[in-house]
T-cell receptor, first 112, second 113 residues
Framework: ETGVTQTPRHLVMGMTNKKSLKCEQHLGHNAMYWYKQSAKKPLELMFVYNFKEQTENNSVPSRFSPECPNSSHLFLHLHTLQPEDSALYLC???????????FGDGTRLSIL | GENVEQHPSTLSVQEGDSAVIKCTYSDSASNYFPWYKQELGKRPQLIIDIRSNVGEKKDQRIAVTLNKTAKHFSLHITETQPEDSAVYFCAAASMDSSYKLIFGSGTRLLVRP
C-alpha cells in the first residue's frame, strides 16, 4: 500500500540543523496528522490538519513547525532539535476526522 | 482527557492458539475504537475497528469486543500464525475530542511455530 508516502525514510541531523519531513497522500483524504513514536511509549499525536486548516496542536514545542499547503501534502519543519526528539515520525491521513486513519512508513529521525 | 491502558505488554502463544489483548479507556464519551498492527520497521496498519453502537465485530480470525459499561474492549485472534507476530495498538476517540486518537502503549505478540 503506497497511499501515504513519507520522505526521507531516515534522517540524521545535528541540533543546529534545519530540515523538513514530507508527507504526501494519494487517497483523496481531507485530514492529515503527524505522530511521534518513541520506544516504549504510546503513539503521540502532534498536529492535525482538516481541509488544510490546523485543528490540533498537542502542546508541541515550537522547534516543530507544521505546514499543510494543500490537502495532499503535509510538512514538518525541524529546527534546533534536542536529542530526546529522536524518534519515528509518522504521518497519517483519513477521509474525515471520524474515519479510519492510514499511516505512512515514517521517518526515523536521529538527533546527534 | 482520555487515557487508554493496554495489557499485556508482551504476549507469547503457540501457533494455533488464541491471543487476547485488552484495553481500558477512561472517557465515557469515546465511541470509536480501532486496532492497529505494526510489524517491525513497518507502518501501523488498521486491522479492525468498532464503534460504540455495536458490541462485537469479526473479520475472519480477528474479532473485537466492546463493553461500554465497563469501558473496555478486547482484540481476539484465533488460530494464530507466525505472521501474526507484531506489535498491536489499541486506540480510542470521541466526537467530543474531534476524533483525536489516544493510543495504548502496545502489545508485542510473538507466535511460536
Amino acid at each position: 500500500e503506497t497511499g501515504v508516502t513519507q520522505t526521507p525514510r531516515h534522517l540524521v541531523m545535528g541540533m543546529t540543523n534545519k530540515k523538513s519531513l514530507k508527507c504526501e497522500q494519494h487517497l483523496g483524504h481531507n485530514a492529515m496528522y503527524w505522530y511521534k513514536q518513541s520506544a516504549k511509549k504510546p503513539l503521540e499525536l502532534m498536529f492535525v490538519y482538516n481541509f488544510k486548516e490546523q485543528t490540533e496542536n498537542n502542546s508541541v514545542p515550537s522547534r516543530f513547525s507544521p505546514e499543510c499547503p494543500n490537502s495532499s501534502h503535509l510538512f514538518l519543519h525541524l529546527h534546533t532539535l534536542q536529542p530526546e526528539d529522536s524518534a519515528l515520525y509518522l504521518c497519517a491521513s483519513s477521509q474525515t476526522a471520524s474515519q479510519p486513519q492510514h499511516f505512512g512508513d515514517g521517518t526515523r529521525l536521529s538527533i546527534l | 482527557g482520555e487515557n487508554v491502558e493496554q495489557h499485556p505488554s508482551t504476549l507469547s502463544v503457540q501457533e494455533g492458539d488464541s491471543a487476547v489483548i485488552k484495553c481500558t479507556y477512561s472517557d465515557s464519551a469515546s465511541n470509536y475504537f480501532p486496532w492497529y498492527k505494526q510489524e517491525l520497521g513497518k507502518r501501523p496498519q488498521l486491522i479492525i475497528d468498532i464503534r460504540s453502537n455495536v458490541g462485537e465485530k469479526k473479520d475472519q480470525r480477528i474479532a473485537v469486543t466492546l463493553n461500554k459499561t465497563a469501558k473496555h474492549f478486547s482484540l481476539h485472534i484465533t488460530e494464530t500464525q507466525p505472521e501474526d507476530s507484531a506489535v498491536y495498538f489499541c486506540a480510542a476517540a470521541s466526537m467530543d475530542s474531534s476524533y483525536k486518537l489516544i493510543f495504548g502503549s502496545g502489545t508485542r505478540l510473538l507466535v511460536r511455530p
